[in-house]
């Protein structure tokens, strides 16, 4: 099975301390073919390791280290872009300055731009998680995104709390997302964190897959989500089953920015 992972951190992100080289010996170790390092990029911040300069020296890292492993891994350039809804021209000195091969949108804040992570969630639970949902909506539309990460995040860190998020009272703004993502020639990624945290289940669901599928949904990459080099690739086979329950025969990867597909193999 051709083994993809799109969505790793390395320690050029600042919550994570995992080494590139590090990563990448881990991934061949593990057959990961596909690797794209996605490291945060918060487009409303502006603190150093969010900057241009501190992304160009990671791009010559990352450059250096493939070709050292040409030939046994494929490693590409990618970037989680948090919040970019909020900072369009910062957006655009971004793309303007640094390549890419692959780009998420993520929605890491709630009301008042609180960072989920510092949420209570038991608190104005559904202004939340209608907030979350608005913003994910507004990232669909910006042209400098390729997927959505993690479309239900706000359930791994519900859960924390030990509070099950219903996602059928939030089906008519998710349905709006998916739509959105379809029309503007964007995908999905299936993100596998949440399987080793406490929600147990991948994000987005099976349900909201299925929606997405019936809305006409085709792009869907696979992401770790990794921020430790042990859990690069992991639980990625059983993304590709998730992707076989919910109908959808390939798997999407991006090279240069541009959508292909491969064929899910019978596992």
């Known amino acids: 099975m051709y083994i993809l992972d799109?969505?790793?951190?390395?320690?050029?992100?600042?919550?994570?301390?995992?080494?590139?080289?590090?990563?990448?010996?881990?991934?061949?170790?593990?057959?990961?073919?596909?690797?794209?390092?996605?490291?945060?990029?918060?487009?409303?911040?502006n603190r150093e390791y969010y900057s241009v300069e501190?992304?160009?020296?990671?791009?010559?890292?990352?450059?250096?280290?493939?070709?050292?492993?040409?030939?046994?891994?494929?490693?590409?350039?990618?970037?989680?872009?948090?919040?970019?809804?909020?900072?369009?021209?910062?957006?655009?000195?971004?793309?303007?300055?640094?390549?890419?091969d692959y780009t998420l949108g993520a929605q890491h804040k709630g009301l008042n731009g609180e960072y989920l992570e510092n949420i209570d969630f038991k608190l104005n639970t559904n202004k939340n998680i209608e907030c979350y949902f608005e913003e994910v909506y507004k990232i669909s539309k910006i042209k400098e995104v390729d997927c959505l990460a993690h479309l239900d995040l706000v359930r791994?860190?519900?859960?924390?709390?030990?509070?099950?998020?219903?996602?059928?009272?939030?089906?008519?703004?998710?349905?709006?997302?998916?739509?959105?993502?379809?029309?503007?020639?964007?995908?999905?990624?299936?993100?596998t964190s949440g399987m080793r945290q406490k929600m147990g289940d991948f994000m987005p669901n099976i349900e909201i897959l299925k929606l997405y599928k019936k809305l006409g949904g085709t792009i869907v990459t696979v992401g770790s989500d990794s921020h430790i080099s042990g859990n690069v690739g992991r639980d990625i086979?059983?993304?590709?089953?998730?992707?076989?329950?919910?109908?959808?025969?390939?798997?999407?990867?991006?090279?240069?920015?541009k959508v292909e597909f491969k064929k899910l193999e019978n596992n």
């Open 54 to 100: 501190y992304f160009k020296k990671r791009e010559k890292i990352i450059n250096k280290i493939s070709e050292n492993y040409n030939g046994k891994i494929e490693i590409l350039t990618g970037a989680e872009l948090g919040q970019p809804q909020n900072n369009i021209k910062r957006v655009e000195e971004i793309f303007k300055n640094l390549k890419f």
């Open 6 to 45: 799109y969505h790793v951190h390395s320690n050029f992100s600042p919550d994570s301390k995992a080494g590139l080289k590090e990563i990448v010996i881990d991934s061949i170790n593990k057959e990961v073919k596909t690797l794209v390092v996605t490291d945060h990029l918060e487009c409303d911040d």
């Open 237 to 257: 086979l059983k993304a590709y089953r998730l992707l076989k329950e919910a109908n959808f025969n390939y798997v999407s990867l991006y090279r240069k920015r």
């Open 156 to 191: 791994r860190y519900a859960s924390r709390m030990g509070l099950e998020i219903d996602l059928k009272e939030y089906l008519s703004q998710i349905s709006d997302i998916l739509k959105s993502v379809v029309e503007n020639g964007k995908g999905i990624e299936i993100n």
